[in-house]
C-alpha cells in the first residue's frame, strides 16, 4: 500500500475501521517551569507546559523588539544602514550591553546584531527610541502589535526584558513570535546563528551569543536566550534537521547548565521520536459512499493530495484511522468536492483531519433513479424505526 495505513478490517457494508496499538507519544518530563515545543514544518504542537500562562520573559521579550524594527525594514522606513543615536538613558542601561555611549551612531545592522548577539539593553533603548521617540511610546506601539498578532498573553513595559511587572509574555506566545520571525523574515533570520559580534573591538568579555546550542552541531539557528533572577533561565530555540525545523520555548531552570541541558535534550527529543510520514496519496481511494438521488449509487471518497503527517516513532508501521462522512450524499456531487475526512489517531498528540474528496461527478438522477432511491427509502421506512442520515465512521 502506497500510505501508512495498515490492517484494514471490514465491520459493515461500506464501513471499516483501522487498527493499532499505540504508546504515548508525549512521553516527556521537562525541567522547565513552562515549555512549548512545536514542528514548524508539519504545523505539529509536541508539547506545552504551562504554555499560556503569562510569566517574565527577560531577555527573550527582545524577540519583540527585533520584529518591531525588521517591520520598519519591510515597510522601508529605516535600511539596515540608517543610523540611530544614543542618548543617556540607553547608555545608562545596565545588564547586557554593547557599551555604547552618545557619540555612537550605530547601524540598524549593527544594533540587530547588537541584541541578538550581546543581548544589548542599551541597543533595545536605542532601537525604540528611534523608533517611536521614547521608550514609553514604544512599549505602547509593542502592546497593539501583539494584540494585532494575536499574542493575547503578553503585554510590555520596555523593550529589553528588563525587569517589570508589565512585561509578561506566554510560552506560547514566544513561539509564537519565533514562527513568525523565522517565516516573515527569512532575510535576517541568519543573524540568529552568528557566533560573535566584536562591536568596535570594546568589550572582549561580551562578544559571544549566549545560545548554548549553536557550537553543537545538531542544526540549532536560533534564536534568544534570557535570564532574571525572576524569570530564572530561558530560552527560544530553533534547529533544523533534514526537512524539518523545531521551535521551542522553555523557563525557568536554574542554571546556564541546565537550560543548556534541557535545550538539547528537548532537540534530541523532538527530531528522534517523531518522524515525518506519507500516510496518503493523491486519489487513493479509502473508502465508498452511498449517494442519494444520482446517476450513479456510490462515490469514491479519495485523498485530494498527497499528505504527509509528524507522527510517534511508535506508530510510525500501525496508524489508526477513521473515514467520518455524514451519508448517503446528495446528489448532485462535483468531482473534487470535500465529502469526508479522514481522522487519523496519532495518540496523545492531537487527532489529525484530513479532507476526502469525491472521486467522480455524480449527477442528478432521472426518473429511473429517482424511483428506486424512493422505493428504497420505503422499504427502509417500514423495516427501520429512523431514516435519517447517519454518520458514517469508517
Known sequence: MPHLLSRLTCICAAACVFVASVLPASAFETRARAAWVYDLTTDTLLLEKEADTPLPPASMSKLMTLNMLFEALRDGRVTLDTRFSVSTRAKNMGGSTMFLDET???????????IIVLSGNDACVAVAEGLAGTEDNFARLMNERAQALGMDNSTFANASGWPNPGQRMSMEDLGVLATRLIKDFPEYYGYFGQLEFPYDNRAPQNRNNRNPLLKLGIGADGLKTGHTEEAGYGLVGSAMQGNRRLIFVITGLTSQAERAQEAERIVSWGFRQFAQKTVATSGQEFARADVWMGNETSVGLVAAQDMSLLLPAPMLQDVTGTVVYSGPLQAPIMQGDKVAELVIDRGDMPEARLPLVADRTIERG?????????????????????????????
Open 104 to 114: 555612537d551612531r550605530p547601524t540598524v545592522e549593527e544594533l540587530i546584531q547588537g
Open 366 to 394: 432521472g426518473i429511473g433513479p429517482r424511483l428506486r432511491t424512493a422505493f428504497g427509502v420505503l422499504r427502509t421506512k417500514l423495516t427501520s424505526p429512523s431514516d435519517a442520515p447517519a454518520t458514517v465512521a469508517q
